[in-house]
């Protein structure tokens, strides 16, 4: 059954005007849902009970139970949520000086086969739903109320390639982002992808304001290949036409997101391919310490390699950020937790 999350807000007005009743009801609905944040549809007392039993009848009223939570002595909170049909998703609380963070997951498991990452160590199973994206700002947002705190911003950056599930990523967020839904502004929304260009393209023609992230980790085609195989469908030149695309139409500053790993990328070659690829361009990059993964062979750069390798970009004039690490007491890498427990199991 779907479940009442799954609708968008002009889904839900399309559902009443079928049932002969008014649109108007459809703010009510929101309301209570993402600003009252109920849980059953009784709750819903300025709503008639004829309506409630439509409702009842035709959509359930989901939520996650949590299986696991893991807290950093930073502040940071993976939940790893089970899903109605036993699959395992994470989704991770993040604090920072501007506020809170949630990176959400849009797969259970992922099949970009990136070979850093802990996500691709389980294949996809399925896409989400919808409601099961919208549930997990949902249930950090209810995690946050018991002391009257409020989400920030929103990263769909945790298990799974977004662009892999393009709609119900897009009508989440549509949720997400509804003055009637949960209200988290437009430019507080980014989606990374790993670069499906097709997607990207598809997405441009959104004209949507959400901030678009990619997962690059290197400007070499070849070193590209061996850590991600989408660079073998998508070679970097095609991924660059997609995003010229993109920027024509948005002229929105892309973001580059770059992992370093120790002794592969990071190197004053790597700086100079980074600097060629973004010639001109209007982006930044944000460097990644690498959260190693046990069953990985890669390993973190130092503090100090760290820092030389955003030094050589910056004195190569390039914008750049330096992500401070979090949550490395608390399986950090995204689909490292979910991982654990399947195994354990």
Known sequence: ???????????????????????????????????????????????????????????????????RRQVSKDGTIKFLFELNDGTLIETVLMVFDYGYSACISSQVGCNMGCKFCASGLLKKQRDLSVGEIVLQVLSLQRHLDKTNERLDNIVVMG???????????????????????LEIGARHISISTCGLAPKIRQFANEKVQYNLAISLHSANNE?????????????LEELM???????????????????LIKDLNNSSKDADDLAHYLKG?????????????KE??????????????????????????????????????????????????
């Open 241 to 259: 036409d997609a995003l010229e695309y993109y920027s024509s139409l948005n002229n929105r500053r892309l973001t580059f997101e770059y992992l």
């Open 1 to 67: 059954m779907t479940t009442i999350y799954d609708l968008t807000f002009n889904e839900l007005e399309e559902y009443l005007v079928n049932k002969g009743l008014k649109p108007f009801r459809a703010k009510q609905i929101f309301k209570w849902l993402y600003e009252k944040r109920i849980h059953s549809f009784e709750e819903m007392s300025d709503i008639s009970k004829s309506l409630i039993d439509e409702l009842k009848k035709d959509f359930s009223f989901e939520e996650f139970k949590e299986k």
């Open 296 to 345: 990985n062979p890669y390993h973190s750069t130092s503090d100090e390699e760290t820092l030389a390798f955003y030094d050589m970009l910056k004195k190569r004039g390039l914008a750049v950020t330096l992500r401070v690490k979090r949550g490395v007491d608390i399986d950090a890498a995204c689909g490292q937790l979910r991982a654990k427990e399947i195994k354990n199991d």
């Open 159 to 181: 298990t799974g390639e977004p662009f892999d599930n393009y709609d119900n990523v897009l009508k989440a967020l549509s949720i997400i982002n509804s003055p009637y839904g």
């Open 281 to 293: 361009k209007n982006a930044y990059i944000n460097l990644i310490p690498y959260n190693e993964v």
């Open 223 to 235: 070193l590209r290949n061996e850590l991600m195989p989408i660079n073998k469908a998508y070679n």
